[in-house]
């Protein structure tokens, strides 16, 4: 999606080290939303974020809004190979009740 | 179970047949989405809907017909099937708008 960019496309890390993945829309994200997702499998729920400033947490893994409710990024603190698969971001950009998703960041970790 | 389930997880068909995916929720959540996933264009919205008898068309619904006569389910036919709706298709439900969509495991359809 264009209203919605993730970058980077793909990423390929030592395990051990430190990530970041980012969203960036070109409209006002209202709920900014990311998801994992492994190869052949669904979209697993990670966090929300809905607040400019927020910061959320789930184990190695942050998710911060900015303050002017347009980017997000993702951060992996210490990866694992267990964090390999492919990261979405999506959002609310309307209050029409869909979401508008980015085409995903495919981040392999290496041992 | 609770939980959104998509049937089946895997189907070969050819050209030209009918083919129906189910996707069932448990949650009485109001919206429900159905996307395609395929390499290079990400998750595209096919059919959405926001209430029983209440649907809309997404980014992509030509060849596709959806039904929402219960809240828990959402059916996505594809009337005549042609090889370019070979793809992944993903359900979603999600109680309301800020919240966020929860996805089935999807069914991998093979248009011969």
């Known amino acids: 999606s264009q209203e919605l960019e993730q970058s980077p496309q793909s990423l390929i890390v030592q395990e051990g080290k430190n990530l970041t993945i980012n969203c960036t829309s070109s409209k006002t994200l209202y709920g900014l939303y990311w998801y994992k997702q492994k190869y052949g499998e669904g979209l697993i729920f990670l966090m929300m974020l809905q607040k400019g400033g927020e910061e959320k947490s789930h184990e190695k893994i942050t998710a911060k809004l900015d303050e002017k409710k347009q980017q997000s990024s993702l951060h992996i603190t210490a990866s694992q190979p267990s964090h390999a698969g492919i990261y979405l971001c999506g959002a609310d950009l309307t209050n029409a009740g869909k979401s508008t998703f980015g085409d995903g960041t495919t981040l392999t970790v290496k041992p | 179970d609770a939980g959104i389930t998509q049937s089946p997880r895997y189907k070969i068909t050819e050209t030209g047949r009918q083919v129906t995916l189910m996707c069932h929720q448990t949650w009485s959540h109001s919206y429900m989405f159905w996307y395609r996933q395929d390499l290079g264009h990400g998750l595209r919205l096919i059919y959405y809907s926001a209430a029983a008898d209440i649907t809309d068309k997404g980014e992509v619904p030509d060849g596709y017909v959806v039904s929402r006569s219960k809240t828990e389910n959402f059916p996505l036919t594809l009337e005549s099937a042609t090889r370019s709706q070979t793809s992944v298709y993903f359900c979603?439900?999600?109680?309301?708008?800020?919240?966020?969509?929860?996805f089935g495991d999807g069914t991998r359809l093979s248009i011969l």
């Open positions: 979603a439900s999600r109680e309301g708008w800020m919240q966020p969509q929860h």
